[in-house]
């Protein structure tokens, strides 16, 4: 039963279908849950640091449950997002109801969508990678696969990554700088690597190209199917649904940087080059990605058995609660400033 702990990822989806079918105020329930409610619970429950023995580890990667934890949200975000244009296209909504709809499909487009697209886009097996950018399309981040994989896992807490956030730099700042420097990287990373296979850039090895024409389609067909202001719940959604990601890439390596060797190349990835938390709720609900550590120092691992590594620098909060504490750059630096290791602090 323990292992069934990660259901409580579809909590999120569910408040969304909540909001959507009560509308009215509830049409920000899933904010509400999301990032007030969820941090309260983070404050009022002990952390867990506890690792898996080698034998839970074995019995872990044996059960398919996880990975068909991770599937299910597939059909889950599909279904969310036809329901919403299908509301939003039929129904009279306010502005507010509009906006809170906006905020709840993006949340859960980031968290069940881009979050697990981001665990399966790790995988070897094909099926899964392809779940992985299924789920990355109606936020429009497909190229999220190419640069978090041949990029960000090469270069992360580097100058040289536009998803690790500079110290004293502000979210606001983070979101133009990281999205738009991941998407002009990735279509780096695809021509060095249709030239590496000898292919043209009109290419069915074009990848890019491949994610600009099923995004627009998917666009266009929203369009046609249930009209203008479906696309424009779409769109905006979609922005929502990156711009979360965006906000958990700024924390996850806020103000840490490695140092170059005399070889004048970067030190390798360490545990200390990435925030943790080991808050108990966040963990589940964001599939193990708070223990970031142990992610970027073995990026097969699977997210059951990553571990908590005592050198890895702590968040004082979890990963949602530190969400919203980065949307108050004050309050922000006030706090995690004094924690950046000091040998990290540029000069």
Known sequence: MKD???????????????????KGIYSFLTPFYAFVFIPILEILLPVETEN?????????????????????NLPIVG???????????????????????????????????????????HRQATKERFIGKALLLPSFYMHFYIEHNFGHHLHAATPEDPATARYNQNVY????????????NAWG????????????FISLKNDMLWYTIFQLLYLAIVFVVFGKMALLFAFFAGISGFLLLETVNYIEHYGLLR??????????????????????????????????SDHHYKSSKKYQILDCHDESPQMPYGYPTSMVMALCPPLWFSIMNKRVPYTMIPS
């Open 52 to 72: 898996l023995t080698e034998g839970e580890v074995e019995n872990k990667l044996k059960r398919k449950i996880f990975d068909w934890l991770l599937y299910l």
């Open 259 to 292: 140092h170059k060797t005399k070889s004048g190349r970067y030190e390798r990835v360490r545990e200390m080059h990435s925030w943790n938390s080991n808050h108990v709720v966040g963990r589940i609900v964001l599939y193990e990605l708070t223990r970031h």
């Open 189 to 200: 990373i695809q021509k060095k690597l249709l030239k590496n296979n000898n292919q043209s």
């Open 173 to 184: 700042s983070f979101w133009f700088t990281s999205s738009i420097r991941q998407y002009i």
């Open 4 to 22: 069934l702990k990660y259901l409580a990822a579809f909590s999120i989806p569910f408040v969304a279908f909540v909001g959507i079918y009560y």
């Open 79 to 121: 279904l969310l997002v036809i329901i919403s244009l299908i509301t939003v296209s039929t129904q009279t909504l306010t502005i507010y109801e509009f906006v809170g709809l906006i905020l709840s499909v993006g949340i859960v487009l980031g968290t069940n969508g881009i979050n697990v697209a981001h665990e399966l886009g």
